[in-house]
């Protein structure tokens, strides 16, 4: 069986690859390969990549590759985990924002639109070289912003199985567990729990707890209200949380506090572009020791908990046919049958041979579907500008965005934008 990583070159792929290993009995990979079209990134990753899975006996070998069609060629798997225009990019998208007044972030407003902009063309080629080399075979994108690629694809690759994955959902998930073990004293293993989650990518609302299929809820709102209440400045306004029942994915605060967010960024630099270029220097001198066997602890600055984790149990359950639940991008197809069958949502869904079925569900509270058909409203636009480079499309969807700038502002940011990623952005000035 052959997987193939497009961005092998991202200092995630050790941990990558230790998860891979950590599951060869249950799923029997023979090549990895690690696509980049950034040799020399791939050369360090790669090289560090191929030394872990040699030190634990070579169970599969490690294929280096900048050729995108060779690697996708037979692939039972392709994973996503590019970032068009490197980490640069993502420092553009920070400060656009920032100099606009806008908030500086990569997958959430101006800069989340830029991303998008860049992204999708690319991942559209990609399904369309899995399309002719590797038919049947499963697309699981991590490229943020991870919601709104999954959306491009479900327009406009329907015919390629894809799937859009995020982390948020499993560290909600880990976080709740150790809260409750310090409550109770007693360990629960994450198999036996469930998350209940819907929204979108970023925007989404976590609402519902079960453990061996109990609702376990009100002692999770509980137990987080409770730590809210001990902490001196808490990260969210308790009577908010009280009164929905819920508690927000943490890019909501973008959106519930953007005065605070804003003043925040006022004292940049650092961004967090800015931080993790350090990081990522530091770790890429690590990783090409010839003596490091093993992923490093300086990879958790990074970010990215549980990433491998994410990963390979997805890919685990479609393989096996497990019907496992997993919180996923994927369309909604009627699951929420008040809201449009083809938005794409981040919600609970079973992953198995078949597919990838959401599960039905109810829909959020008015509160929190307004901001949400305000910001599907901008990924739709979004798509449609980067798949023709419709430059009214992106008008209307700086426009329409809650965190976007003043309708008299509209088209010097957008102006801004195009210019500031104008060799990734190609389709914008034939």
Not at 62 to 71: G, I, K, M, N
Request: glycine share 8%; proline share 7%; with cysteine.
């Amino acid at each position: 069986m052959k997987v193939t990583v497009i961005g092998g070159g991202s200092t995630y792929t050790p941990e990558l690859v230790s998860g891979f290993l950590a599951r060869m009995e249950k799923f029997p990979l023979s090549e990895l390969w690690l696509m980049d079209i950034d040799p020399q990134r791939l050369e360090i990753v790669g090289g560090f990549a191929q030394r872990i899975v040699e030190s634990h006996g070579s169970p599969f070998i490690v294929v280096l590759s900048t050729d995108q069609r060779a690697a996708v060629d037979g692939a039972s798997y392709v994973t996503t985990q590019l970032r068009v225009g490197q980490m640069e990019a993502r420092r553009r998208d920070e400060y656009l924002g920032q100099r606009h007044g806008l908030i500086g972030q990569e997958t959430t407003g101006v800069g989340g639109m830029a991303k998008a902009m860049r992204t999708i063309p690319v991942i559209l080629k990609i399904a369309e070289d899995m399309r002719q080399l590797a038919p049947g075979a499963i697309l699981v994108n991590f490229t943020n912003p991870a919601g709104l690629v999954a959306q491009a694809l479900s327009q406009y690759a329907p015919d390629v199985l894809s799937v859009g994955v995020c982390n948020v959902p499993i560290t909600t998930k880990m976080s709740i567990l150790e809260r409750l073990e310090k409550v109770t004293g007693q360990y629960i293993a994450p198999e036996r729990a469930e998350l209940q989650t819907l929204g979108l990518n970023h925007l989404s609302w976590h609402r519902g707890f079960t453990i061996d299929g109990e609702d376990a809820w009100p002692q999770v709102m509980a137990s987080y209200l409770a730590e809210l209440r001990t902490q001196e400045h808490p990260e969210w306004d308790i009577r908010s949380l009280e009164v929905l029942g819920m508690i927000p994915n943490y890019y909501l605060q973008y959106y519930y506090y953007t005065a605070k967010k804003l003043a925040a960024q006022a004292n940049w630099p650092p961004s967090r572009a800015d931080e993790v270029m350090l990081v990522e220097e530091a770790l890429l001198r690590q990783y090409a020791d010839p003596a490091l066997k093993e992923p490093p602890a300086d990879l958790m600055k990074r970010g990215g908990a549980y990433y491998s984790t994410v990963a390979t149990q997805l890919l685990t359950a479609h393989y096996n046919n497990l019907g496992e639940t997993h919180v996923v991008n994927v369309p909604n197809q009627g699951a929420v049958p008040e809201w449009p069958a083809h938005w794409v949502l981040e919600m609970p869904a079973s992953v198995s041979r078949s597919g990838i079925q959401p599960h039905p569900t109810q829909p959020l509270p008015l509160a929190c579907f307004g901001l949400i058909a305000q910001v599907k409203s901008f990924e739709l636009l979004t798509v449609e500008a980067a798949v023709h480079g419709d430059r009214q499309a992106a008008y209307q969807a700086l426009l329409a965005h809650p965190l976007g700038p003043s309708a008299d502002r509209v088209q010097a940011v957008l102006d801004d934008l195009l210019e500031t990623h104008r060799d990734y952005l190609p389709r914008f000035w034939q």
